[in-house]
């Protein structure tokens, strides 16, 4: 057995991701038992906390996605009942589900980021809808891409190749969010490199490539089996 103890996993949830949360939990819930932890799987609801409380366990590890599970909520919760628990504290995560203020912070750490534009949808109600369309159309080059400022697993974001598609793209954006973000489409590689801290400095581990057959690395590509190729390490020199 494990020396970690019992661990909660928490997956579920009322995002849009729910369904994606569920098969992230079950997985990280049989790597932590094919380890020899104790592992007890948990949606977010009602019950939670009295039963945190009630009998604490050693940790808890968030598989939670979309609202609440990535934006730092849960994880202030858990700060605040003092349970330790996987993952960046509720300030990072509040920055990182931003997109536009997670750009800004890499912008001002130096880093380059395709330029962008967030645009609350009450703006085009405000500001009259074709002017801020023209306003977006003059100022970037297609293509661009579109997406809600906050949410995961590709949902409601758009390839916009033509001022055409462009509408259509912010329509479904906001099913997902109040404001969308717009910015240059970027041609290259998709990679990816995750990064963890156990309590000695951050370290990166290895680059995965990710290929997906349609071009585009959307929902359908992350969750139907077979048509996105991953390559770990990535195919890149070693200069890159």
């Given amino acids: 057995m494990s020396d970690l103890g019992r661990v909660v996993v928490l997956a579920g949830g009322l995002s849009h991701e729910r369904d994606v949360s569920i098969r992230s939990g079950r997985r990280v819930a049989d790597a932590l038992r094919g380890a020899g932890v104790e592992v007890q799987v948990r949606d977010v609801d009602a019950g939670l906390l009295p039963s945190l409380l009630a009998d604490r366990p050693d940790a808890v590890f968030p598989t ?93 974001a758009a390839a916009v190749r033509t001022r055409e598609e462009l509408p259509a793209a912010l329509v479904a954006c906001f099913a997902y969010d109040e404001t969308a973000l717009i910015e240059r489409q970027i041609a290259g590689r998709e990679i990816a490199v995750a990064v963890v801290d156990t309590g000695d400095g951050p370290r990166a581990l290895p680059a995965v490539e990710i290929v997906a057959d349609s071009g585009v690395y959307d929902y359908a590509a992350r969750y139907t089996a077979g048509i996105t190729e991953f390559f770990a390490p990535a195919r890149r020199s070693p200069q890159v």
């Fill in 64 to 156: 939670l996605h979309g609202a609440t599970g990535e934006d730092g909520a849960i994880q202030g919760i858990l700060a605040l009942l003092g349970v330790p628990y996987v993952g960046s504290s509720p300030a990072a995560c509040r920055r990182a589900f931003d997109k536009p203020s997670a750009k800004d912070a890499i912008r001002a750490a130096g880093l380059s980021t395709p330029d962008w534009v967030a645009i609350p949808k009450t703006t085009f109600r405000d500001l009259g809808t074709q002017a801020v369309l023209d306003a977006v159309s003059a100022a970037f080059p297609l293509p661009l891409f579109v997406k809600p400022a906050r949410g995961g697993s590709s949902l409601g």
